[in-house]
Every structure is written in structure tokens, then in C-alpha cells.
């Protein structure tokens, strides 16, 4: 495969969107240690080796200086969430922030898939997975009583529906 096919693949994948979601995880992670919930610690361990893995080929693929820098920079930050520097409070309301942010990222293409009436960037499988798995997740959190968690799904669905 001719490189510039690699780099036309890769991204199509969303930096962004996995540097935040690398943060996201970290934080959901960090939370559910500090509630002592394994269910939401193993979903988003998966979410964080999936996550680097994505990055890594990321940057295999385009290998430049800046995006290295965010990425290196973007992991010292995950690593403050390792340590007792937050407690569940902070830990929740920064998951709330940053899961938001995660679904808010892909409305920044609503206005250029208005003006182009192209669709190709929206990946209609992605959404209805998203939504389904913010669903279920929801569910969960109000059986277990995890608002912070439930609070930041419905934020998610919401907009996801929009």
C-alpha cells in the first residue's frame, strides 16, 4: 500500500478525538479505583490499550514532531490521575467534562457537512455503537447508583442524538 494511502486511512481517524479519549479513560479509571468498581475499571483499561494502540499506528503511519509532542504530553497528563492526587469528586466531575467533550467533539462537523451536503465523515455505525453503548451504560450507572458516571452518559446521548 503506497504511503500516501496509509496516511489517507489514518486519518480519517480523529486525533483529537483519541487524545481525548486517552484522558477520558485515564480519569474513568481512576474513578472507578477510587469507588472500587470493576466494571467501569476494565471497560476502560480496554479503552486506554485500545487507545495507545490507535495512537502508536497513529504515529508509525505520520511520524511528525508535533504530534509526538501532544501525544507524549497528552500521557504525562494520564499519569497524574495514577496517583491519590484527586479524590472520586474531582475524579467524576473531570470524567463528566471530558466524556461531554468526547461527544461534542464530533458536532464540530455539522456545519461543514451542512454547507458540503456530504455525509462521508459521519460513520453511521460509530454513532448508533456510541449511543447503544451510552445506553447501556446508563442503565447500569442508575442500577449502581454511579450519577457522576450516569450524569456524563446522558450528556453523551444527548448529543449523540443531536
Request: aromatic share 14%; net charge neutral; charged share 10%.
Amino acid at each position: 500500500m503506497a504511503q500516501s494511502e496509509k496516511i489517507r486511512r489514518i486519518e480519517s481517524l480523529s486525533w483529537r478525538c483519541l487524545l481525548v479519549s486517552l484522558v477520558c479513560n485515564s480519569i474513568w479509571t481512576s474513578y472507578a479505583f477510587k469507588v472500587q468498581s470493576i466494571e467501569i475499571a476494565i471497560i476502560n483499561v480496554i479503552g486506554l490499550l485500545a487507545n495507545v494502540l490507535l495512537l502508536t499506528i497513529y504515529l508509525i503511519v505520520k511520524p511528525e514532531q508535533n504530534l509526538m509532542t501532544q501525544f507524549f504530553g497528552v500521557m504525562v497528563v494520564c499519569q497524574i490521575f495514577n496517583f491519590d492526587t484527586f479524590n472520586f469528586y474531582i475524579c467524576g466531575y473531570l470524567g463528566i467534562f471530558c466524556s461531554t467533550l468526547m461527544s461534542v467533539i464530533p458536532l464540530s462537523q455539522i456545519p461543514e457537512i451542512i454547507e458540503t451536503r456530504c455525509t462521508l465523515k459521519l460513520n453511521i455505525y460509530s454513532l448508533c455503537l456510541q449511543y447503544a453503548n451510552a445506553f447501556v451504560w446508563s442503565i447500569w450507572s442508575f442500577e449502581t447508583s454511579h450519577y457522576f458516571f450516569m450524569f456524563s452518559l446522558s450528556i453523551c446521548m444527548l448529543c449523540l442524538k443531536i
